[in-house]
Every structure is written in structure tokens, then in C-alpha cells.
């Protein structure tokens, strides 16, 4: 194990990145841990207060994603530097993508449906962190074809945006590191709910717009409700009625 770590992390330079990624997924854990426990109101658990304001942890984060951030851009020549201030940077990027769903709503939405948007996108992060890892980087890819590199990469930035644009998150993140995702995200018909389906089957094509829907029901459903249900096993249940619902933005 020692020396796998060695080689494969402290020798190819990856030891900042991998300090990020233990400190991003240990810091959300212990995040969650704590915020369920000031829910349950158990011992001296509770929320940081001055006076009647509420600090949010998403403000901790921030400073501490300061901090590491500019402490990695003043060491770059240490390895050991740029670890310790990666972990802090990691430190603070859990706590701000905590409370994502509080920074794009503008409200406090933490314990409501709409929060499970900041579980999402820490679960997008320790992803993309982990190919990082591995060795695979985005917009990359052999073919084994004389093609010009940076052609490559406009067309998968193109189909990673068709393929976001119809509703399919988790395809477009990966296959900006797998490219022939894209190509099959782009072709396959659009989530119902997303813009492309709104675009261009809401009124033009009624009948695609029932084949997503129902493909939507019988196979996306299910995988939903596991995702959910490793989500409230993992940061609670976000079981508070939506405050969003019928606001206006003014």
C-alpha cells in the first residue's frame, strides 16, 4: 500500500489533489454529521449565532477557500506546502457546496426538497475530483485519428452541451473525461423536464414528448429514489415543506 502510494500519488505529483479529495469527502461527512445532530438538538450542538443573525458554515468555507486557495498560489514549489493548503482549500469547497442550494436560491432552503441540489453537487465534485485522480483529465481523449486536437475539443464541448441542455447531469460531467458518453447523451431523447425537451417537444413533437415522459416513470424513477435514499442515509432527510414554491423574484 505504501508503495502504491508513493508511486502513484507523492511521485506523479499528485499528492495536493489527493489531499483535497480525502479533506473534501471527511469535511462533508463531518459537516453532515454535525448539522443533524443541531437538528436533533443533542448536547451542545447548535448553530453559530451573533445576536439574531444566523452565520451560515458556507462563510467559514469561504475564508478557508481564501486561505488555501492563496497559499497554494504563493508555495507552488512545495509539495508538502501545496498539500497542507489543498486540505484546507478542500476544508472550505465542502462547506460552501454544503449550502450550494442556499447560494442559488438566495434562501435558505438547507432541510427542503430543493437542498438535496447541495448534496448533488458535492457527490459532482468527489466525481470529477476522483477522475482527476486517476489520471483522466477532461476534453482528452486518444482516438487514434489523425484529428486536429483542438477540433476534438470543440466538438465534445459541443455534444457536452447538448447533452447537459437535455436534462442528463451525470452523463455530461463524465463524459468530459470519456468522450463517447457525450456522443450517446447528445443522440439518446431528452429528460421531460429539461430545456431541450421544452424547446422542442413541449409543442412540436407531442409524441416524443410521451416517450420521455415514460421512459422517465419506468427507468429513471427507480434510480432516483435510490439515489434519494443514499442521499438521506448519508446527509439527512430534507423533509421541510418548500418555501420556494409560488415565491416571485423581485
Known amino acids: 500500500m505504501g508503495n502504491w502510494f508513493q508511486q502513484s500519488i507523492v511521485a506523479t505529483g499528485r499528492l495536493p489533489l489527493f489531499c483535497y479529495f480525502v479533506m473534501l469527502i471527511a469535511a462533508f461527512i463531518a459537516t453532515r454529521i454535525n448539522v443533524r445532530l443541531i437538528r436533533a438538538k443533542v448536547g451542545w450542538f447548535r448553530n453559530v449565532n451573533v445576536g439574531e443573525m444566523h452565520i451560515h458554515h458556507v462563510v467559514f468555507g469561504v475564508v478557508l477557500m481564501l486561505v488555501g486557495g492563496v497559499t497554494l498560489i504563493v508555495s507552488p514549489d512545495s509539495q508538502v506546502g501545496t498539500a497542507v493548503a489543498a486540505s484546507v482549500f478542500g476544508v472550505g469547497s465542502a462547506l460552501v457546496l454544503d449550502e450550494f442550494a442556499l447560494i442559488l436560491h438566495l434562501h435558505d432552503v438547507y432541510w427542503e426538497e430543493e437542498g438535496r441540489t447541495s448534496v448533488d453537487a458535492v457527490f459532482i465534485a468527489v466525481a470529477v ?120 423574484h423581485t
Open 129 to 248: 475530483t476522483g477522475l482527476l485522480l486517476i489520471g483522466l483529465r477532461p476534453l482528452t481523449w486518444d482516438y487514434g485519428t489523425p484529428v486536429n486536437p483542438a477540433a476534438l475539443i470543440v466538438a465534445n464541448l459541443a455534444l457536452a452541451v447538448v447533452t447537459l441542455l437535455k436534462g442528463k447531469i451525470w452523463t455530461g460531467m463524465a463524459g468530459l473525461f470519456v468522450p463517447p458518453m457525450l456522443l450517446v447523451g447528445a443522440i439518446r431523447l431528452a429528460r421531460p423536464g429539461s430545456p431541450w425537451a421544452h424547446w422542442f417537444f413541449a409543442k412540436r413533437s407531442p409524441r416524443k414528448m410521451a416517450r420521455a415522459i415514460h421512459r422517465e416513470e419506468r427507468w429513471r424513477r427507480p434510480v432516483i429514489r435510490a439515489k434519494i435514499a443514499f442521499q438521506e442515509f448519508l446527509s439527512g432527510r430534507h423533509d421541510l415543506p418548500s418555501t420556494r414554491r409560488g415565491r416571485r
